[in-house]
């Protein structure tokens, strides 16, 4: 199962344009629902990955745990999360929203409830980094009765056989993390990421979106030539950071650092045609 809104992103970009897709990760509440809004509704075009705020986030490294402490502090529940795409979707009812997070809040909430009110809300996919497949069968049937996909994450260390189970009901794309280890230390490396790509589409039929350890333009243009889509993620959540720390407006500076990364994934396939 999958939306049409991931559909389309896809269809859209390396389908007709041969593109890339910009996917940028904002943590939901850093440092609270209104600037995160503020970001959302001039977000530079491609899918948006939004954090679900969670105290034990195990694959996030120190960047994204400070802002889930920063979102948790300032009170921002899994319903307001829902909430605040509810509110997006006022104003933008094309780009795609995919919540990443882990299991126990959406355990908690019930999978039935989640799915229902995540849809509704106007999400169109789910990661859960903690959920593996064996175990996931009770969230893939809720999702689905939704019509959400759920996406499920490859690692280097994801042989052929795993790879077969990781995209068993895997919709939308494949998460492909470039790096062993968690978010923001190490730096994604080309080489490495473009036969890792090819083999993991082959195995699923689906995308594949790179994420882990790309920060720059430079490196993003790189990876968005042998990906379908590129994750970036610290990089924005350590400009939150930076802009209270010189106590700045959050918004601008965020979407300051956001917008030529996704001008190098859009126009990096282009730059090599030249």
Same mark, same amino acid.
């Not at 995160?36 to 679900?52: N, V």
């Not at 979407?255 to 730059?271: E, H, I, T, W, Y």
């Given at each position: 199962?999958?939306?049409?809104?991931?559909?389309?992103?896809?269809?859209?970009?390396?389908?007709?344009?041969?593109?890339?897709?910009?996917?940028?990760?904002?943590?939901?509440?850093?440092?609270?629902?209104?600037?995160?809004?503020? @970001?959302?509704?001039?977000?530079?075009?491609?899918? @948006?990955?939004?954090?679900?705020?969670?105290?034990?986030?195990?694959?996030?490294?120190?960047?994204?745990?400070?802002?889930?402490?920063?979102?948790?502090?300032?009170?921002?529940?899994?319903?307001?999360?829902?909430?605040?795409?509810?509110?997006?979707?006022?104003?933008?009812?094309?780009?795609?929203?995919?919540?990443?997070?882990?299991?126990?809040?959406?355990?908690?909430?019930?999978?039935?409830?989640?799915?229902?009110?995540?849809?509704?809300?106007?999400?169109?996919?789910?990661?859960?980094?903690?959920?593996?497949?064996?175990?996931?069968?009770?969230?893939?049937?809720?999702?689905?009765?939704?019509?959400?996909?759920? @996406?499920?994450?490859?690692?280097?260390?994801?042989?052929?056989?795993?790879?077969?189970?990781?995209?068993?009901?895997?919709?939308?794309?494949?998460?492909?993390?470039?790096?062993?280890?968690?978010?923001?230390?190490?730096?994604?490396?080309?080489?490495?990421?473009?036969?890792?790509?090819?083999?993991?589409?082959?195995?699923?039929?689906?995308?594949?979106?790179?994420?882990?350890?790309?920060?720059?333009?430079?490196?993003?243009?790189?990876?968005?030539?042998?990906?379908?889509?590129?994750?970036?993620?610290?990089?924005?959540?350590?400009?939150?950071?930076?802009?209270?720390?010189?106590?700045?407006?959050?918004?601008?500076?965020?979407?300051?650092?956001?917008?030529?990364?996704?001008?190098?994934?859009?126009?990096?396939?282009?730059?090599?045609?030249?």
């Amino acid at each position: 199962m999958t939306t049409a809104r991931l559909d389309t992103c896809f269809a859209q970009t390396n389908g007709r344009d041969g593109k890339a897709v910009f996917v940028g990760y904002v943590m939901a509440g850093d440092p609270d629902l209104e600037t995160t809004f503020q @970001i959302l509704k001039d977000f530079p075009g491609g899918i @948006i990955e939004l954090g679900l705020p969670f105290s034990d986030p195990m694959a996030e490294g120190p960047s994204i745990q400070r802002a889930a402490q920063r979102a948790l502090a300032a009170g921002t529940t899994t319903r307001d999360v829902l909430a605040l795409v509810r509110r997006l979707r006022e104003v933008n009812t094309e780009t795609p929203v995919v919540l990443m997070g882990y299991l126990n809040p959406i355990e908690s909430y019930g999978y039935a409830a989640f799915a229902a009110d995540a849809a509704e809300a106007g999400v169109d996919g789910l990661i859960v980094v903690d959920c593996p497949p064996e175990e996931s069968a009770p969230l893939v049937e809720a999702l689905e009765a939704n019509h959400l996909s759920l @996406i499920r994450l490859a690692t280097p260390t994801s042989d052929d056989a795993r790879l077969k189970v990781i995209a068993e009901r895997t919709s939308g794309f494949i998460y492909y993390v470039s790096v062993a280890g968690v978010t923001g230390v190490k730096e994604a490396q080309t080489a490495d990421v473009a036969p890792a790509v090819t083999r993991v589409r082959a195995a699923s039929g689906l995308p594949v979106a790179v994420g882990f350890g790309i920060r720059t333009p430079e490196r993003a243009a790189e990876i968005a030539r042998v990906a379908d889509a590129v994750v970036i993620g610290s990089a924005f959540v350590d400009e939150v950071a930076a802009a209270l720390e010189a106590n700045e407006a959050v918004a601008p500076r965020v979407l300051g650092r956001m917008q030529p990364l996704a001008d190098a994934v859009a126009l990096a396939r282009q730059s090599e045609n030249v």
